[in-house]
Structures are given as structure tokens and as C-alpha cells.
């Protein structure tokens, strides 16, 4: 066991943090900045990825993933995400979007026919609640499900789909009884390569841009009985307990953001001088550097307090809600503070595309929005704090 602050890691974390610490720096440093301007996919390190068992930490091996725990992936997702968000992007939705979702709730067939290919990554999985008019406000969706026989009959727009466009199955929410609101919503495991599946726009974003996202058009797709994801209008339910999960891997990514943006400034400072002094000798940018530091440790402590809550949770059963929105919500608001700083201790530099930092600060900020806003994370703890749900 290492000690790191409060927590106590064990060998096998201090192996995978390290494993893809070095992958990062060997395999996704030399391309990031180009498929950040390309907007280009990363297939071939994703497959990488795949293969490194960073695709579906927290799976089992028998259904093809590492078997790790939670804390082990929040570590792995922590160190691609210093070195490309966009690549921790397309890791977070896949394990914890797909994979989690249906390691808790999808039966025996459903785990050997979706969660194997995407644990494993020879597949890639995708997760579709949004849709144009129903973003924050989740249980308003217009898409509908209507059942015939063996099939779901699926139509509607669904939006921000991450790794949309290239996606093989996507764990999806649509309504099956819309006057029951929220309680009408149901989970189905979509197969992207069926008949009614169709490609939508693609968004030009302003970070993360090497992750692609997508609408998602359904035209009379037809989704067997089998791969419906637990029962008719428990789909809302599903939907939340899953983002809980994802929330987490946000978190974990806003940290490595901030954590790549400070070293940079901490090792700028240390460098650069200005009016016969290094620039970190004034107190306007240390201090700035002790508020960056201090803000990212405590985030480290949240995000590894809620791995702790959601791996605990396996037992027990237990709810992280609160503890996943709360370290969601600062890591995030820490990712876009410490970026904003970072840029300004590089001066010209930093608004650059010569060095990362501009691209630190883009991405940062698509931690506060997807997978529940800010705005979402307050209403969701002080709901809870209250004693309101
Ligand atoms: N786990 C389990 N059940 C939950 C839950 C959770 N975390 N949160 C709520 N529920 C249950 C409630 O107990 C309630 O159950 P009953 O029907 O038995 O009463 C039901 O769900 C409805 O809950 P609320 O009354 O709290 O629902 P609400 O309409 O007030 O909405 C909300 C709650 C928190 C605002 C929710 O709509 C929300 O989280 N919105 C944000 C959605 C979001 O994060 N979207 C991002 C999508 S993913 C993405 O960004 C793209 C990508 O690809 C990464």
C-alpha cells in the first residue's frame, strides 16, 4: 500500500495509474493537438486503449473487462485525461455510460451479446438520453417507443450523443407511455449497424473535439423484446442511477484537466522572468498558483471520495448520488478556474495553439455542462440536503 494523502492505494492502482500514465504520454501526446484541430476520431488509439483493458475497467473479466475497482478507474481516466480530454471523453462514456449501466441492470444475453464487444473494446458503446427539446429537463422527452409483437417500434431525434457517429451500440431512453411523464421512460440496447439507425449532424465544439457527438435520427427501428434494458417505464431510474456513475468519470476528467494545466503554470513561473525576476517571485501569480493547487487537491478528495461511495455501493446498494454530484460539481467549476488561470500566467503563449494550455481550457469547459450541468449538481445535493427527494 501507498499512501496518497487520505487514501491508501494499492499496488494495483499505483499499476494502472502508471500504465496509463505512460500510455498517454507514448501513445495520445504525439496526436493530440492534431485531432484536436481535426476533429478526427481517434480510432487507433481507442483500440489501443481496448486492448490495454482501460475500455471497461470495472467489468469483470468473464464479461470481458479488467475487473478493477471503481478507484482504479477514476486513476486511469485521471491520467489520460492530463494529457487529451477528448480521448478520456470517449473512455468515461464507454465504461461508465455503457458498461455500468448494463453490468446493474441488463440480464445474462444481454451482458454476453453488449457488454463483452464494448468491455473489451473491440466495440464502442454510447449513451442517449438528450434530445432537442429535453436537455437538463430529462424526463420530457418527445422520442417514443410503441410495442409490436416481439419488437419496440422506436422514432424520434436524440442529441449530444457522445461517440455517436461511430458508436455500435447505444444504450438509449425513449418513451413507451408518455402520459406516465418520467415513469414512461424505457432503457432499450440499440445496435447501431440495424436498419431505422440513422446518422444525424455532427456538432463542431468548441473542446474536446477529437470526441465525436452526434444526433442520432430513429426511423422505425426495430428493437427486439430481449434488448429492452429492464423493465417498461423503470428507463428514468436507469438513466439517473447510470449518470451517478458517469458523474464520477467527469469529475475524474475535470481533475486531470486542471492537473495538466497547473503543472504547466507551476513549471512556466518557475522559468519565465519578467522585470529581472521569475515571474512565480510575484505574489500575483504565486498566489494564484497556491489557490490552483490547493482547489485541485481538494477535488482529488472529492473525486476519490465518490469512487470510494460507488465501489462501497456494490455491497450495500447504496446510493452516491449526492457524493458523485458534489465532486462532478467542483472538479469541474476547479477545471474552468484553474484553465482560466493557467492561460493568464502564460500570457501570449497560453492563448496559443503552440502549447496545450488554450486546449486545457477549451475542454475544461464541457465539464460544467454534460452529464447534468452545474445548475443540475446544485439542484441534485440540495434536494438531497433538504430531505426533498
Ligand atoms: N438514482 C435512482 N433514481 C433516481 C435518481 C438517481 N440518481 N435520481 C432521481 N431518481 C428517481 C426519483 O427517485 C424519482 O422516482 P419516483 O418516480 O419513484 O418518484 C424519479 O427518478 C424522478 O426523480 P425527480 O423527481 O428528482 O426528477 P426530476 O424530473 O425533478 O429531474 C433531475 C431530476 C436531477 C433534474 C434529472 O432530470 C437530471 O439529472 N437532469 C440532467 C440530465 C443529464 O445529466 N443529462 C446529461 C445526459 S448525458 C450527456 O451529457 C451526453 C453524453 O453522451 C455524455
Known amino acids: 500500500?501507498?499512501?496518497?494523502?487520505?487514501?491508501?492505494?494499492?499496488?494495483?492502482?499505483?499499476?494502472?495509474?502508471?500504465?496509463?500514465?505512460?500510455f498517454a504520454q507514448k501513445e495520445i501526446a504525439p496526436i493530440a493537438a492534431e485531432f484536436d484541430e481535426s476533429g478526427d476520431f481517434p480510432l487507433k488509439t481507442i483500440r489501443k486503449m481496448g486492448e490495454m483493458g482501460f475500455m471497461g475497467i470495472e467489468v469483470p473479466e468473464e464479461y470481458g473487462g479488467a475487473g478493477m475497482d471503481t478507484l482504479a478507474y477514476v486513476l486511469a481516466l485521471e491520467e489520460i485525461c492530463k494529457v487529451d480530454a477528448a480521448h478520456g471523453t470517449i473512455m468515461s462514456v464507454n465504461n461508465s455510460l455503457f458498461c455500468n449501466g448494463i453490468l446493474?441492470?441488463?440480464?445474462?444475453?444481454q451482458k454476453q451479446k453488449f457488454l463483452v464487444p464494448v468491455a473489451s473494446g473491440e466495440k464502442i458503446g454510447a449513451y442517449s438520453l438528450t434530445e432537442p427539446m429535453s436537455g437538463s429537463d430529462?424526463?420530457?422527452m418527445r422520442s417514443r417507443a410503441v410495442r409490436e409483437g416481439d419488437v419496440y417500434v422506436i422514432n424520434g431525434r436524440k442529441s449530444w450523443v457522445t461517440s455517436g457517429p461511430v458508436a455500435d451500440v447505444v444504450v438509449m431512453f425513449t418513451m413507451t407511455e408518455p402520459?406516465?411523464?418520467?415513469?414512461?421512460?424505457t432503457a432499450f440496447l440499440i445496435d447501431a449497424h440495424q436498419p431505422g439507425y440513422v446518422h444525424g449532424k455532427k456538432e463542431p465544439k468548441l473542446g474536446i473535439r477529437a470526441s465525436a457527438t452526434s444526433e442520432?435520427?430513429?426511423?422505425?427501428y426495430r428493437c427486439p423484446v430481449e434488448d429492452r434494458l429492464g423493465e417498461e417505464g423503470e428507463g428514468f431510474k436507469i438513466a439517473m442511477a447510470v449518470l451517478d456513475a458517469g458523474r464520477i468519470g467527469i469529475a475524474a476528467q475535470a481533475l486531470g484537466i486542471a492537473e495538466a494545466a497547473y503543472e504547466a503554470s507551476r513549471q512556466y513561473a518557475a522559468e519565465r522572468e519578467a522585470f529581472g525576476q521569475k515571474i512565480g517571485d510575484f505574489q500575483g501569480i504565486s498566489f494564484k498558483l497556491a489557490d490552483m493547487k490547493t482547489q485541485i487537491e481538494a477535488s482529488r478528495l472529492l473525486v476519490y471520495n465518490a469512487a470510494l461511495?460507488?465501489?462501497?455501493?456494490?455491497?450495500?446498494?447504496?446510493?452516491?448520488?449526492?457524493?458523485?454530484?458534489?465532486?462532478?460539481?467542483?472538479?469541474?467549476?476547479?477545471a474552468m478556474f484553474v484553465t482560466h488561470a493557467a492561460v493568464q500566467i502564460h500570457g501570449g503563449i497560453g492563448y496559443s495553439k503552440e502549447?496545450?494550455?488554450?486546449?486545457?481550457?477549451r475542454d475544461a469547459k464541457i465539464t460544467e455542462i454534460y452529464e447534468g450541468t452545474s445548475e443540475i449538481q446544485r439542484l441534485v445535493i440540495s434536494r438531497l440536503e433538504l430531505g426533498l427527494r
Not at 4 to 20: N, P
Not at 327 to 334: D, M
Open 355 to 361: 502549447l496545450p494550455i488554450e486546449r486545457y481550457f
Open 1 to 22: 500500500m501507498a499512501a496518497s494523502g487520505l487514501f491508501a492505494l494499492t499496488e494495483e492502482h499505483e499499476m494502472i495509474q502508471k500504465a496509463a500514465r505512460d
Open 216 to 220: 442520432i435520427v430513429f426511423e422505425d
Open 138 to 140: 430529462a424526463g420530457t
Open 179 to 185: 402520459e406516465k411523464k418520467h415513469r414512461g421512460v
Open 104 to 109: 446493474k441492470f441488463g440480464t445474462e444475453a
Open 309 to 334: 461511495a460507488k465501489e462501497a455501493s456494490k455491497t450495500t446498494h447504496a446510493r452516491f448520488t449526492k457524493e458523485a454530484a458534489m465532486a462532478k460539481l467542483f472538479a469541474s467549476e476547479t
